[in-house]
């Protein structure tokens, strides 16, 4: 075994490998970036090199810079993590040539799995069952869109050399197929140097499961069960769970299998994660394999007992496997959520911002965090958004799910918006719990877990509306603890001889409302319009204790970055008080989203200076924290100037381009 390895990584997954290496007696060292100086892995690790500038290309990118560092501090193997280096052929084979052992699978491995339509070839001739697509070497446009019309739409392309996400596009008709094309091909060729596309017939309805593998050097290979990734958003994984929902024996043998000896046809060493797209007939089609730990990997662990990361060290330092596949066992069930700096109503937008407040929920044999920050890191434009992997087990999916909206509630982050409110509602709405899956799944109830819903809102505005209330009286209380009975201590709105009224403007559900909430003893009205609702209520600390007609329930009351959340049994409400703008806006909604939504880098300009443009004409790409966003036109008009470059770094909330709207169209009126 070794007695040293070095991770060529940073964050969560850094964290991880370090944590299993310590148990097993290993040194670490890690390496790090101008960002990352104080990180929590350089802290954890037991040495740290300095390898560049902020940028990954600059630092986690450069394979020699980091191999140095690792034969600078005598370490024996390299452990790449996922992302970066993990599935980078030269330098695995880099690795070798300078005896440091690479912690993955052999460089021919890599090198067949890492062009997409390699991989096809490779798998059909192995027997896998493969999507209908084209994987063919010719890059002609119109090679490809012909593929794409004989086929049929909706299509999806993809980056051969891809994963996570990225140089992927969905394309319903061939009117976008273009534009699609050229965002997909850049996207790629921005993150992997390569912009090599294939296409493939997209199913409308298919569920993402996805087997691990694991082989070792004398010919073994097993499949620890499946997961179920079905909920994407951005072709990213969402929530995933194991083992899949609705999974027979006889499948998942089938399945698995099948996985097995799709690693053993590349001859295949390590962890390895065989992807498949599962259809409504339980028919599977071979979507890709990859040659690394997945992010989703603890849900595997917690419901086999087995650590992956050790099973990895081991069949690297020439052990066998520690189990065989009749030793594999199964017990209960787990979900992993994806707790992420991002604004899911803004189209899963990434947010930077410094983790002022970073509380998770209590880990326990059934709550696991796995993380890389703490509270007061910043969150920044240069790495992937993810702040943790929420975690949780118990002996059945119901109980599971329960532990993971309980665990989602208790989660306190404030100094960035993020994306818990929505992990909450999608974990409680009804498809979820009854495990309706397909990857269309946020599109399709989007309703649900964005709570757009009329009886929605009706339900929740009179419960944000008390809570806000509550949240100003506890507030008022804890600023004048020194004289109880002061009369700036109430906050009861005592008027003499009229009722003890609030009135308040409460953003919820994306829209403003003028509420009034009177108060009468521990009896509190709340009037939205027409609607008049009676409840009673009391906050204590974060726990709401809830009267609606009868009916009593407790909630829980976040404060947020920009206002607060409320846990409810039914899901989560996201709100915040309307002070009055004492300034003055501008109103005419011409420069509307021309503002950069997020700091990072201009990609492109889509559109030269001086031309006339119709409403929503892709104008310019950024991209921050490897996701790409496009700039369009709010309404018809004239681009005059645009204010950046490509390579450009800009900073979120500044004007990209000087833009005439065209008012031809009201004058006409």
């Known amino acids: 075994m070794f007695d040293k390895i070095l991770i060529a990584n940073r964050g969560e997954i850094a964290c991880r490998v370090i944590k299993t290496a310590r148990r097993m007696g290993i040194a670490t060292v890690a390496v790090y970036s101008d960002a990352d100086r104080d990180a929590l892995h350089v802290r954890m690790a037991d040495e740290a090199i300095h390898i560049g500038a902020a940028p990954a290309r600059e630092s986690y990118l450069l394979g020699d810079r980091i191999l140095e560092a690792a034969l600078k501090a005598g370490a024996q193997a390299i452990h790449p993590g996922y992302g970066f280096l993990s599935e980078n052929a030269g330098f695995a084979r880099a690795c070798a040539e300078r005896d440091v052992v690479f912690i993955g699978p052999p460089t021919a491995a890599i090198e067949a799995m890492g062009s997409k339509s390699a991989a096809k070839r490779i798998m059909e001739a192995a027997g896998v069952p493969l999507v209908p697509g084209y994987h ?20 999806l392309l993809k980056a051969t050399a891809g994963g996570g996400g990225k140089g992927m596009r969905q394309v319903w008709s061939g009117k976008d197929f273009d534009e699609a094309l050229a965002a997909a091909k850049r996207e790629s060729l921005a993150s992997f140097g390569d912009d090599t596309m294939l296409v493939e017939k997209y199913l409308t309805k298919p569920r993402h499961v996805e087997l691990q593998v694991f082989c070792d050097n004398s010919g073994n290979g097993v499949y620890l069960a499946e997961r179920d990734c079905s909920v994407q958003r951005r072709h990213q994984k969402v929530i995933e769970e194991a083992p ?10 089938e399945m698995g299998e099948t996985a097995v000896a799709a690693a053993k046809a590349i001859d295949y060493r390590g962890a390895g994660t065989v992807e ?9 089609y071979f979507m890709e394999m990859n040659t690394r730990l997945q992010v989703e990997h603890p849900v595997t662990e917690m419901i086999t007992g087995q650590d992956l990361v ?8 020439g052990q066998p496997l520690p189990l065989a596949q009749e030793q594999v066992k199964i017990r209960g069930h787990a979900f992993e959520a994806r707790v992420y ?36 890191d910043e969150v920044s434009v240069y790495y992937d958004p993810m702040i943790a992997k929420l975690i949780v087990w118990d002996e059945s999916r119901e109980r599971a799910l329960q532990r993971l909206a309980t665990a989602l509630a208790a989660y306190r982050i404030g100094g960035t918006v993020t994306n818990l409110d929505f992990l909450y509602n999608l974990a409680t709405c009804r498809p979820f719990r009854e495990a309706e899956l397909d990857t269309g799944f946020i599109e399709k109830h989007a309703d649900l877990v964005f709570h757009q819903r009329p009886q929605d809102l009706a339900r929740e505005l009179p419960l944000a509306a008390l809570a806000l209330l509550l949240d100003k009286q ?20 005592w008027r003499l001889n009229e009722p003890h009224a609030h009135r308040f403007i409460v953003h919820c559900h994306q829209q403003d409302h003028a509420v009034e909430v009177e108060q009468r003893e521990q009896l509190y009205i709340v009037r939205c319009g027409d609607r008049e609702t009676q409840l009673r209520g009391e906050l204590l600390g974060d726990s709401l204790h809830l009267e609606v007609e009868g009916h009593r329930q407790r909630a829980t009351l976040a404060r947020t970055q920009d206002g607060f959340t409320l846990y409810l049994a039914k899901g989560a409400c996201h709100f915040r008080e309307v002070l009055p703008d004492l300034g003055e806006a501008d109103t005419s909604g011409a420069n509307a989203g021309l503002a950069a939504p997020m700091n990072g880098t201009i990609v492109a300009l889509l559109a030269q200076a001086g031309s006339a443009v119709e409403a929503n004409t892709p104008l310019l790409v950024m991209e921050a924290m490897k996701m790409e966003h496009t700039i369009r036109a709010p309404v018809a008009g004239t681009v005059n100037a645009f204010y950046y470059q490509p390579g450009d770094l800009v900073d979120g909330g500044a004007e990209l381009l000087d833009f005439t709207a065209d008012t031809s169209e009201g004058d006409k009126q």
Do not use: C, K
Request: proline share 10%; aromatic share 8%.
């Open 136 to 155: 063919g070497d010719d890059q002609d446009p119109a090679i490809l869109r012909a593929a794409a019309e004989e086929m049929g739409y909706p299509v």
């Open 244 to 253: 899949a929902p609705g999974m027979t024996e006889a499948l998942r043998r």
């Open 276 to 284: 498949f797209l599962l259809d409504e007939d339980g028919s599977f």
């Open 310 to 317: 050790q099973w990895q060290l081991l069949v690297a330092a």
């Open 341 to 376: 700096a991002e604004d899911p109503d803004n189209d899963f937008l990434p947010v930077t911002g410094t983790l002022g407040y970073l509380q998770p929920p209590e880990e326990n044999r059934h709550v696991r965090v796995d993380t890389g920050v703490r509270q007061g």
């Open 474 to 493: 506890q507030a008022g209380s804890a600023s004048s603890p020194e004289d109880p009975y002061s009369p700036w201590r109430a906050g009861n709105a």
